[in-house]
């Protein structure tokens, strides 16, 4: 059995799947009245719908009963918190809308949920996925502005480990790169929409700022990644606040370390895209692994165990961002044959 | 104290009513029609709609909660038997039988970490809770994102009507134009078969709206118990 991703989707050649001549039975006893219905779907289209549940599941996030709460507990209180530190002028934009959501805390969070929902399903159909594409950049733009305090990029305190640039700003990232096009074959979803040239160029600078942020500002600072942590620990259940007390006192003891060896993995992976095939695969799988590792111990979750949290931070979108990246290993037009053809025969010699 | 909005509980309790009538209906309708692929999946889907409906607002709720444990239990059993066959026939792939296994387990988390009303509030029970128990939010969030998951890969698919038949029953849902009495084009795309009231109780897109709303709607009562 043979597990690969093709254009036309992760999965098994349905030849090699275990019960397959069931599966070619079945086809051939006419079942399967469409080829449609038994082509693994797109591989960007996986991604997309990835996207869209993320999409929901800050839409669902957007509507807890936190959110609605006036004052310093609810939402009001988290946007007025991302204004600490930055230069006056963004500080004021972003308590400005703060004071919004606090005087109609009811009324722009249902806004607020009615946009995302409205993104989440509008991605998921083929007909509205560019308006919703579109309105997502648009939306991600403005929450990195108005709700993130522009990632705390000019506060000094942006880190990798916190979800720096900003998780957001990964929502737009992937709208730009997953979307809908017919373009030249490519070794990966990304360089298909794109162009190669861009999608490497986009890929190395996303990478070289997530390295520099990793070592750059307080972002070696032990007090600071072990706050960072301590920050996240209250309302935690006790198996993460436990791997919380190790991660403090990893930060507390060996923070420049970590946040050098972060820095060299990300300056890696930059690179990856530009190595062959197998050694791409290489960097990214590693990409997959250090920030599912981030995403688990230093953001936890984006803080959604603890209640609260309006989205799941950057560690699964930096994934599915990998994932854009992965080579293919067909070429389109062929994929689909090689994916389907097994099939078709199964069910020609079964007439 | 958080301020929840009572009409959003109300929303969803109403949601989830809904869609317990329309499964009920299409339950009644395919036993009539001698057609009962996806039976298992209307009952379950009602009862749920009915449950969930109790859990958002508390005067809605009835019935012994044993009741409702043994329901659910006896679904989870169920739709693992059905999941452990499926593969057994067809190899492995998620079956949606696994979703609605997934589904029935939480239901009875929901009973084993129950809420406790401390009004009689017609502004709903969830505003106003203390919790007796917490479940574990990993789990929770877990759950969450399989029901969502399960959402959006439901809406995108091709196979119409997967969420109440699967991908390798057969079935009219996969393929309108093998059904009897089917308008093919409409069909085809998975929407409306001619045939009426109880064709149109039996859309495929219809059946698959139904599980959606009962995923997000889950999952908001999942992150509702943190």
Wanted: aromatic content about 10%; charged content about 10%.
């Amino acid at each position: 059995m043979v597990v690969m991703v093709t254009e036309s989707g992760v999965g098994m050649s349905i030849a090699e799947r275990p019960g397959g001549n069931a599966l070619a039975a079945t086809c051939g006893s006419g079942e399967f009245a469409n080829d449609e219905y038994r082509r693994p779907r797109d591989f960007r289209e996986s991604l997309l719908l990835v996207l869209a549940t993320l999409w929901l599941l800050d839409a669902v996030l957007q509507i807890q009963r936190c959110m609605f709460t006036p004052g310093s507990s609810g939402l009001s209180g988290m946007l007025n918190s991302m204004a600490r530190g930055n230069p006056s002028w963004i500080a004021h934009t972003v308590t400005w809308n703060a004071s919004m959501v606090y005087h109609q805390p009811v009324l722009t969070n249902t806004f607020f949920a009615l946009i995302q929902f409205l993104i989440a399903f509008g991605i998921v159909s083929k007909r509205t996925r560019k308006p919703a594409l579109a309105l997502s950049i648009a939306w991600a733009l403005g929450v990195w502005w108005f709700g993130e305090g522009l990632g705390e990029l000019l506060s000094g305190g942006a880190t990798p480990f916190r979800g720096s640039p900003g998780a957001v700003l990964f929502y737009a990232l992937l709208a730009v790169l997953l979307w809908p096009s017919e373009g030249s074959d490519g070794p990966f979803v990304a360089a298909r929409t794109v162009g190669l040239n861009a999608a490497r160029i986009i890929w190395v600078a996303v990478w070289a700022v997530m390295a520099l942020l990793a070592v750059a500002g307080s972002g070696r600072s032990p007090r600071v990644l072990h706050d960072l942590v301590a920050g996240m620990n209250s309302g935690q259940p006790g198996w993460l606040a436990a791997v919380d007390r190790c991660v403090e006192s990893l930060f507390l003891h060996h923070a420049s370390p970590l946040a050098i060896s972060l820095a060299i993995v990300c300056f890696v992976v930059a690179i990856g895209v530009i190595l062959p095939p197998a050694l791409t695969r290489a960097t990214l799988a590693l990409a997959v692994v250090v920030f599912a590792i981030i995403w688990v111990a230093t953001q936890n979750f984006g803080g959604i165990l603890a209640g609260g949290a309006t989205d799941p931070n950057s560690g699964p979108l930096v994934i599915v961002l990998a994932l854009t990246y992965w080579p293919l290993t067909d070429t389109r037009g062929t994929s689909s044959a090689v994916a389907s053809g097994p099939v078709v025969a199964a069910t020609e010699a079964d007439r | 104290m958080a301020m929840t909005p009572s009409w959003l509980y109300y929303l969803c309790g109403a949601l989830m009513l809904v869609v317990a009538a329309y499964c009920l209906v299409s339950l009644v309708v395919e036993l009539a029609a001698h057609r009962p692929s996806g039976w298992d999946i209307d009952l379950t889907h009602t009862f749920m709609g009915v449950s969930m409906a109790g859990q958002a607002v508390a005067r809605w709720a009835f019935g012994p909660r044993v009741v409702w444990e043994v329901i659910f239990a006896t679904l989870l059993i169920w739709f693992l038997a059905r999941t452990v066959r499926s593969m057994q026939r067809y190899g492995p792939h998620l079956s949606h039988f696994m979703v609605h296994a997934a589904m029935s387990l939480a239901m009875l988390l929901m009973y084993w970490f129950p809420v406790q009303t401390v009004g009689t509030s017609p502004a709903g029970s969830m505003s106003l809770l203390t919790k007796a128990s917490k479940l574990d939010p990993g789990l929770a969030f877990v759950l969450a994102s399989i029901f969502l998951s399960s959402a959006m890969f439901t809406l995108a698919s091709a196979n119409k009507g997967r969420s109440h038949h699967g991908t390798h029953v057969p079935t009219y849902a996969m393929s309108g134009a093998a059904r009897p009495g089917t308008s093919p084009r409409r069909a085809e795309r998975g929407l409306i078969p001619a045939g009426g009231i109880p064709e149109f109780v039996g859309a495929p897109w219809l059946e698959d709206a139904s599980h959606v709303v009962l995923c997000v709607l889950m999952a908001f009562l999942l992150f509702a118990m943190n």
